[in-house]
Structure formats: C-alpha cells, structure tokens
T-cell receptor, first 108, second 115 residues
Framework: DAKTTQPNSMESNEEEPVHLPCNHS???????IHWYRQLPSQGPEYVIH???SNVNNRMASLAIAEDRKSSTLILHRATLRDAAVYYC?????????FGQGTRLTINP | NAGVMQNPRHLVRRRGQEARLRCSPV?????VYWYRQLPEEGLKFMVY????????ESGMPKERFSAEFPKEGPSILRIQQVVRGDSAAYFC?????????????FGSGTRLTVV
C-alpha cells in the first residue's frame, strides 16, 4: 500500500474549522483516499473517502488536490467530541493499513 | 441496524491460558478483518476472512494465533498460551464488499490483559 504522511499532532479551538492535511505523493490511479478517526478508548470510525472529486458528508469534507498527491480533511466547526486520532489511508488492496495518524486536540 | 459486536469488552487471562475473542459483523457483511493495537501504538492488521475462508493472514503471528469465520456464527480470534506481550486491544471490522469504494465498520474492541 502506498504511504501517507500526516503531522503527528494538531490543535484547534472549539467551533473553529480544522484542516487536517495528508500527503500521498506515490498514490496510484486506482487508490481511494479514506479517512478514519479513533476517539479515546474506542474503535476506529469511518469518516469519509474519495477518489478524485471533493466529497462532503454530515461529518466532514474531503478536498483532494488536482494531482491527487495530497488531500485535506475539513471539519467545518470542531467540537470537543472531535478530539481524536485521524488516519488518512490509501486503499489499494483489500485491507486498510493504518499509519500513525494526526492526534487532534480541541481547546474549549 | 446493529454495528459490529465484539465480546467480551474486557478479558483477563493468566499466562498460558487461552483467549477467545468473538466478532459478529454487521448484518449482510461477509468480510471480516482483525486488527491489534498495542498500548500507545497504531493499529496493525492481523487477518482478513470471508465466510469459511482466510484470505490474508499476513499480519498474524506464526504461532499461537488463529482465526476463523464459520458459515454460521461469529468470527473467532483465538490466542493459545497467552503471554504478557499479547496484552492489547483487538478490533474487528466488517465490510459489505471487497471493493475499495466501501468503508469498514469497526467494533468497540476487546481489551485483553494477560496477568
């Protein structure tokens, strides 16, 4: 599976937007970009995924660069409940391969 | 719709005992994956199963670990003769299809403590 690079940690304030970056310069044409998050003491939770076009759902938005070598997960209005580790994963094979992710801290 | 159900949530075993972890996938999902998360570490893939078949066990330790997903009933991850290093959170996930355009649904995990 192609590798992704994410910052180890990020911090934001409650009710502000959060942009979580992910670099994936070795992405292949058939790789889907998936995002999951893991809240403390819980299992990972699917957030969003996309291939080429930007995607929106009730949880977040995914902005994919035109060359697909990077993407950004956007939380439009962070709450304290969004504090978690966020994983950006390229899905080329059947299994998901998790990296270290970005630990997001939300300040009240 | 029930999600992925894992039980028990917490399991304590003495060294040398067997641990059996159960996972019931989302109704209609026929693909099951097991992951292990050691304390303060990331999730590591262990095994991918479909009904009655092991598809990818590249992440399974060669000894003491086995997994099955029978035609009827939950998927089982079995750890024989547990050691302290097996203490971890074990997560099961299921998906509807093998296609990359579907997400996984994860369970809440089983936290195994070996004493």
């Amino acid at each position: 599976d192609a590798k992704t690079t994410q910052p180890n940690s990020m911090e934001s304030n409650e009710e502000e937007p959060v942009h979580l970056p992910c670099n994936h310069s070795t992405i292949s044409g058939t790789d889907y970009i998936h995002w999951y998050r893991q809240l403390p003491s819980q299992g990972p939770e699917y957030v969003i995924h996309g291939l080429t076009s930007n995607v929106n759902n009730r949880m977040a938005s995914l902005a994919i660069a035109e060359d697909r070598k990077s993407s950004t997960l956007i939380l439009h209005r962070a709450t304290l409940r969004d504090a978690a580790v966020y994983y950006c994963i390229l899905r080329s094979a059947q299994k998901l391969v998790f990296g270290q992710g970005t630990r997001l801290t939300i300040n009240p | 719709n029930a999600g992925v159900m894992q039980n028990p949530r917490h399991l304590v075993r003495r060294r040398g005992q067997e641990a059996r972890l159960r996972c019931s996938p989302v109704k209609g999902h026929s693909h099951v994956y097991w992951y292990r998360q050691l304390p303060e570490e990331g999730l590591k893939f262990m095994v991918y199963l479909q009904k009655e078949n092991i598809i990818d066990e590249s992440g399974m330790p060669k000894e003491r670990f086995s997994a099955e997903f029978p035609k009827e009933g939950p998927s089982i991850l079995r750890i024989q003769q547990v050691v302290r290093g097996d203490s971890a959170a074990y997560f099961c996930a299921s998906s509807r299809d093998r296609e990359r355009n579907y997400g996984y649904t994860f369970g809440s995990g089983t936290r195994l403590t070996v004493v």
